[in-house]
Structures are given as C-alpha cells and as structure tokens.
C-alpha cells in the first residue's frame, strides 16, 4: 500500500487529495488547488470556441497557451501573455512533489454585489478564468459554470478515506477541540466518533438522541466503508441523476443530456453495462501488468546477485589461481589474484607495468559497478511506480459508483498499457556482466615486457542461445524480405555476432547471406513469387549456437499472363528510392514524383530491382520545359548518378526530346526513332527476363524496335532528368495487351 501513497498525492500541494476534481486531460486536482491556480486572461484571448467544461472538451481541445509561454522548463520562472503589455506576470513556484504550479491570482477589489453575497459562500470565478494543468501543462478557458464544470473524482476520495483510515493507528474523537483523545464509540446516525467525556456532554443518553444506536470505532469504520454509494449527479443539470454513458465523449450523461444536449445524436449504452466493460479491461490490463513486476522483481534479484559477484572480498584469503597460457576467467578477486601471481614472476621487469594494469582493472570493476548500481536503482523507481499504479487500479475496482468509475477508467487503462509497454522495451535486460572481459598475455618475452598489455577479448564459459525470431517484425516487400531476431530473455551469455541464412527459394540449400553484430537485417534482390525459408543462429569465442526456428516467408504475388500459362508476369509495387538517388533529385507525393533541382542530369533509381519474370511500368510527365531529353530504363544499383542515364555500362536507357528518341548503353547512341513526349506523355518500360528483352512505348504504342536484348541479372527501373522535367511513377500495371511474352518478335519490333 505505501507505494500507492504517490498516486493519492494532489500535484499541487503534494498532500493528500480533497475534493478532488477531473481535469478533461484525465488527471486529478483538489479543488482547493485548483481556484489557486487559476489565472485571469485578456478578453482577446478567450474565443467562445476555446472555453472548456468538463463535460464536452476532448482530451486534447485546448486553447494555445503553449504557445504564450505562462510558463517553460527553459524560462526565468515567470510567464506572462506575449503580446498585451498590460497583462500581469505571475511568478511560478514548485509544490512540494516538484511541479511547477502558479501561485493565486490577486483577486480583483470587491465589487459591491460581492459584498451582499452570503457570508460562507466562496468567492466568484473571474471572467475568462484559465486553468492549466500542473502534470501535462495543458491549458484552458472555464466556461460560465467555472470549476463546477469539472466532474469530481469520487472513487478517488473514497480510495484516499479508506487509505487514511487503514494508516491510522486509532480513531481519534472528532469533537475535542486541542488534542483529540481516542475514540470511545461512534454513533451510526450522527456518524461522529466520540470520546467518553465528549460522550457525556454532546451526546446524552437521555432525550431526543437516546435512540440512536452507538458502535465501537472499530465497527464504525466498517459502516462508515460499506454505507451506500451517493447517487451522481449531472455537472450540467444538477437536479439529474447520471444514468447512461455517452460512447462518443467516453463519459457518463443523464437523460435530459440525450434530450435537450449535444450527446442527444450520439451513440450511447447502459451506465452498468460500461461499468462492468471497463471493470474487465481494466483487471485484464492488470494482470499483464502484473506479470511484468514480477519478471521486474525477479530481474532486480538478478542484478544484486551480479553486484556481489563483481564486488571484491575484503576478507584475507582471497583464491589461488595458476598462471599460464590459458585464458583466464574469473571475477575481481580471481583476477586480481592473477594478475598479481604473473607480475611476480616478472618483478624485475613489471613494475613500472603492474601499477598502470591494476588501475585499469580497477576502472573497469567500477564501471560495472556503477553500471549496474544505476539499472537497479533505475528499475527500482519504475517497480515501485508500477507498484503504486497497480494498487491504486485494485481499490478504484473495489468501487461501486458506475458513473465515478467510468470519468477515470479510460485514463486508466491508457496508463496501465503504457507502463506495461515501459518494460517491454528491454528494461529487463542487464547492460552489463559481471565478466571481466581482460585476459593477460604473459607469452612475450622479455625483451618486449614494455610492449606488455592486456588483451581485450571475451571468453564466454558456453555458447550462446539459440536465437529467437521476432515474427512481429520480419516481412517481406516485394522482393524483398526483413528478418529481426533477438537474444532469449534474461540470457547472460556473451554473442559476438550473428550468422542469417536463406535458402534459393525453391528449397534448395541454405546459405550465408548476412554475418556480424546487427539483430535485423534486409535482403533485397530476392526473386517474385517464391518461397524462402531462413534461419538465424548466435555465435562467440566458445562456438555456435543452435538455430533459431525456421521462418518461412512468400516473396510477392504474381500473376499469369493471358494465352501463356508458361510465363509468369509479375505486378510489383515500387516507387523512387531516396537513400540511393542524387543529392538534387526532389521528391514529393510519397517518393511517386520526382523532379530535380539541378540544369545537369541526375539519376534516380526505384526502390525494387528485378531478377526474373516480366515487369512493366509506365511514368507519366507533368512538366515539361525547354524541351529537355531526360532518360528512362534500367540500370545496375552502382550506376553514375550524375550523368545522363546510359552514359555508362550500368545503364540501358531510352532519351527522347520533343520530336525523337534514342536508345543508349555505354555512351553508344543506337536505333534513331521519330515520336517525342511533352507535357502529359506517358513512357512505358516493358523489361522481360524470359527473354532477356528491353523495350519502350510512348503513349501505349511501341518506341522503335527491342531496345535491348540479353538482359540478365539484378536490374533496378531508372530514370535521369533535369530542372526542366518533373514524372509520376505508376506501378502494379499489367503487361500492355498486344505484347505476349512468348511471342519471338512484338509487333513493331524490327529484327
């Protein structure tokens, strides 16, 4: 229960809460607080459209005081409103829990209805009145009905009363004046506790009150716990009980609300139905919750136990250890010892060394130290957060007020996902061993003893895990396919890298085609329309670990091609790839358009390449001007970006101007053909790996004959244009109708 004590805490005052109130960002404030904090603004900065009440703002519908500066993390302590030198600045403070919070506003002089208000009566509200919120520093405007808009939080004063009374160490009388004496007994219908000589004078046992029924404290508090729930009332029509629950604003309404008020067109459900949905939500999210601050327990044991293996004994008798060539794995004390027992048996030559090596294995002994001291103090903080929030979930389910359960749960179940998420972000993974990774080479002779140093190489007693594959995170695009994989949890073994491998996609044998230190890894150049299966496993100084299961994963769909069920047309979706393409190419429309910045030619490749099937894809141009001659086809992925397309041997490409084209590879200019482009065109690229052919169409008619045969390999679709030119890439187009893959010649080509 202590850990939950933070949650019952107002931000403000940084005591207990009372009266606690509902701010629309979901958290709590006393009521009292709140009339402190609250901050008069000119007339010009409250639109209608801006005010607030508790009831129908959303969660984030607020005016922009961010922008205004009332207060900043980087500021002097003191905000005002930029721009109305009149406004006054007000000072910040710090609560006693650390928040920044402002202190009350000087009230205005009394006007002379103030002075006929009834004596008790709180004072009025100030027009145009702003509050903000000391947790999320979120502001806004109260409307006419001021704090009363505000719902209050009633299950969390009844949680922070049953708190209060469990930490008591007696109940006191609640009617002596100094120091209150202990209760002697309560009276049910009074429901006061009182003392035996506070008894005797305010509650007689003879006329009008003989007849009520006096309990021992201890029973009272029990009543007092289990008296019935209050009925809720609406914010807006106090006279109504709350008794539906609006879907839409995620809060409860009464029924004048649906008749006459803006939830009368939203969807709206059973007040019980919701409370006991929410109940349910909120204990699921719990119990995963749960599991997770036990594993975060377990984990914290887990670290102590590392800070006593690293810890050196002070105690005499430290271990023997043998020297010799082998390599040494032992804690402080063992290597120290080690250390020592070598630098004797060179204590002519070593020490001028021994001190320096010393030092150092003392640096790293407190580097783990501090390492590891920092996560546990660190998972300590978060343990006992989740602590608290989880025993504060458990008393406001024990509630049985639907309506006042309702205006926190949403807030609360967002909270507990969150904190769940918090420690599944490897929280629970220790950043340090408690290994010293030094091993002492004491092989060099000793006419190079000064050359003497330590070899930083890590020795594990065992091998790795078998890798785990993180399926939520491993797909596959196109021809393409990304695997993750991670370490077991809770696995202290050292890996000094991973080997992924992937079979040919037709159930071949596996191959090597990624080894180092990275846990994700992307394959491109895989061929459409297959089926791999790849595999990972770990590797160290000890040997290799056992694969990690087999994932199977389905490159992209094809289709087949009309009058031919031999050859298979791939549809592939791509677009322009900007981590390959020239610093001047511009991009816009999702990497779908791109344009150059540059009067010089410059090359941009798509973010798929291609290795077999039929592909074709179409680029429309938009702008076209001074009748430039940019580029299309298909290049190799090292192909020059900074000439035109076709320059070199990496690139097989089709430049057209306005009026004619040319075909172009290695700077040899091929196949003059009349027909341009302009502004609306539309430029085809027809690539068949079936027969290793290459051509173009220009607005769905052929461009000169096959622009190039013999097309093997790895090739990416490319384009190179200048300033004067800007395309639009179309992709998941069929093949055009009169091209049939099997056909020798297509119609128009010329042999």
Not at 264 to 270: C, D, L, Y
Not at 508 to 516: A, I, K, L, P, S
Not at 633 to 656: F, I, N, S, T
Not at 693 to 715: C, T
């Amino acid at each position: 229960m202590d850990e939950m004590e933070e949650e019952l805490k107002c931000p403000v005052c940084g005591s207990f809460f009372r009266e606690p109130i509902i701010l629309p960002c979901s958290h709590n404030i006393c009521l009292a607080c709140a009339r402190n904090i609250l901050v008069q603004t000119p007339d010009a900065e409250s639109p209608q459209s801006s005010r607030a009440s508790g009831s129908g703002v959303s969660d984030y519908d607020y005016l922009d005081l961010d922008k205004m500066s009332l207060y900043s993390e980087a500021d002097s302590g003191y905000g005002s409103y930029g721009g109305f030198a009149s406004a006054p600045t007000t000072p910040c403070q710090k609560s006693p829990n650390g928040v920044r919070v402002f202190p009350p506003a000087v009230p205005p002089p009394p006007s002379q209805h103030h002075l006929l208000q009834h004596p008790g009566s709180l004072p009025p509200i100030p027009r145009n009145s702003c509050i903000t919120c000391p947790q999320c520093h979120r502001s806004l405007i109260l409307d006419d009905r001021g704090l009363r808009g505000f719902p209050k939080n009633r299950v969390l004063e009844g949680v922070v009363d049953r708190y209060q009374q469990s930490k008591a160490a007696a109940l006191k009388c609640q009617l002596c004046e100094k120091s209150p004496k202990e209760a002697t007994v309560m009276c049910e219908q009074c429901d006061v506790f009182y003392c035996e000589p506070c008894r005797m004078r305010c509650h007689p046992p003879r006329g009008p009150l003989a007849k009520h029924r006096l309990v021992p404290p201890a029973q009272g508090r029990i009543s007092r716990r289990t008296s019935p729930r209050k009925i809720s009332t609406c914010t807006e029509h106090e006279l109504e009980n709350l008794s539906m629950y609006c879907v839409q604003c995620k809060m409860p309404v009464c029924y004048q609300c649906l008749e006459e008020g803006k939830h009368s067109t939203h969807e709206v459900k059973a007040l019980g139905a919701m409370w006991k949905l929410h109940k349910g939500q909120l204990s699921q999210a719990l119990n995963i919750l749960s599991d997770r601050a036990t594993e975060a327990k377990e984990f914290l044991v887990q670290l102590r136990n590392m800070v006593q293996h690293i810890q050196p004994a002070d105690a005499p008798g430290r271990p023997s250890v043998m020297s010799g060539w082998g390599t040494l794995k032992e804690n402080g004390v063992e290597f120290e010892a080690c250390l020592v027992a070598q630098c004797d048996a060179l204590i002519d030559a070593l020490n001028r060394r021994k001190a320096q090596l010393l030092s150092r294995v003392n640096k790293e002994h407190e580097h783990k130290l501090k390492v590891v001291r920092d996560q546990i103090a660190h998972c300590t903080v978060k343990l006992r957060q989740t602590t608290g929030l989880m025993e504060y979930c458990l008393e406001v389910i024990k509630e049985n007020d639907p309506s006042g359960f309702l205006q926190i749960s949403d807030a609360l179940i967002r909270r507990v996902h969150m904190t769940e998420s918090q420690w599944g972000k490897g929280t629970l993974t220790p950043r340090m061993t408690s290994d010293f990774d030094l091993t002492l080479d004491s092989g060099p002779l000793l006419q190079t003893i000064h050359q003497l140093d330590f070899v930083q190489m890590k020795v594990p007693s065992t091998v790795p895990a078998a890798p785990m594959l993180q399926l939520e995170e491993c797909c596959t695009q196109n021809n393409s396919a990304t695997l993750s994989w991670k370490q077991p949890p809770l696995s202290t073994i050292a890996v000094d890298g991973y080997i992924l491998e992937l079979d040919d996609g037709n159930g071949g044998q596996f191959r090597e085609v990624y080894v180092g230190k990275e846990t994700i890894c992307t394959v491109d150049g895989l061929h459409f329309n297959s089926t791999y299966m790849s595999r990972v496993k770990a590797f160290n100084g000890s040997g290799v670990s056992q694969y990690s299961k087999t994932l199977v994963m389905q490159t992209s769909e094809t289709g087949l091609p009309p009058c031919d069920i031999k050859t298979i047309a791939t549809v592939a979706w791509f677009t322009f790839d900007p981590a390959s393409a020239h610093p001047d190419i511009v991009f816009s429309n999702e990497n779908f358009t791109v344009s150059c910045n540059s009067y010089d030619d410059r090359v941009v490749m798509g973010n798929t390449g291609f290795s077999r099937g039929v592909h074709y894809w179409e680029m429309s141009v938009d702008r076209y001007d001074n009748h430039p001659d940019p580029a299309f086809g298909v290049a190799r992925g090292d192909v020059l970006k900074d000439v035109m397309l076709g320059k070199d041997d990496k690139a097989w490409a089709m430049y057209v101007d306005n009026n004619r084209s040319w075909f172009m590879h290695n700077n040899s200019h091929t196949n003059r053909s009349d027909g341009g482009i302009g502004k609306g065109a539309t430029v085809g690229v027809l690539l068949d790996f079936t027969r290793g052919i290459l051509l173009f169409l220009i607005n769905d008619e052929q461009q000169g004959p096959i622009a190039f045969e013999g097309m093997e390999g790895l090739f990416y679709p490319a384009i190179s244009l200048n300033r004067n030119v800007q395309v639009t890439l179309h992709t998941g187009l069929p093949i055009p109708e009169f091209y049939t893959p099997s056909d020798p010649d297509p119609p128009g080509s010329v042999c």
